[in-house]
């Protein structure tokens, strides 16, 4: 009995004892890197939003298409005889193919050829010619309707029974393309020309007006990965 009693007052001391020790150690703060050693990882900047692919109206860098339509140019009517006739006379309406490159979103390079035929008592005439062209045209492609300047110079041969008829021109002018989907457009301008004819071994200088043209145009996108980051 005196044992059990021993081994109880000394487990009590020795509680005792590990309380009072507990007691006399303060309570630490956790230990925390210096602000020197912190890495903050950098927020990521918001990227700008572009336009999407879906939101396009119209044709844009890098695109592509197949023109066709009609265009008319005052020019001077040279009969079979060779000799020049004074007044000038409105051309026919000749049928006119080309294609169409876009070098930026709102340039395009055009090249155009035209072709017409004109039977007068027997007699045929032939005439044609090639155009190479710059449209520049304004608001986005976010636009389906675009205006713009156009610029074209020529060489052909007018409606003529001669083969020995030539002229060279250039052209200024302006008009609208709208574009029914980013793949189909139709275009119409007007231009003021300064043609030169050359036949019989002179040449002579007209100033044209209102040389119109109606023009449908079929586009195909870029390839993947061409597209122009403008």
Known sequence: MKQVVAWGWV????????????????????????????????????????????????????????????????VPSVPSSGGLVTQQVSGPYAPTVGMKFFLHDAIALLVELGTSIALDNGNVAVGFEGQLGVDVLFRSQQSALRPLLHLN??????????????????????????????????????????????ANGRAVVLITTLSPSLMMTFYFDAPAGTESTN
């Open 153 to 198: 110079a020529g060489l052909g041969k007018p409606l003529s029974g001669s083969g020995d008829v030539w002229m060279v021109h250039g052209a200024v002018g302006g008009g609208a393309e709208y574009f029914l989907s980013p793949q189909l457009s139709i275009a119409a301008r007007a231009t003021i020309g300064l043609p030169v004819l050359l």
């Open 11 to 74: 487990l009590s001391c020795g509680l005792a004892a590990a309380q009072e020790l507990g007691s006399e150690i303060p309570d630490r703060e956790p230990v925390t890197a210096p602000s020197a050693m912190r890495h903050e990882v950098p927020k990521p900047e918001p990227v700008p939003e572009s336009p999407s692919a879906s939101s396009r109206k119209s044709a844009a860098s890098m695109s592509y298409g197949l023109m066709a339509g009609f265009q008319s140019t005052v």
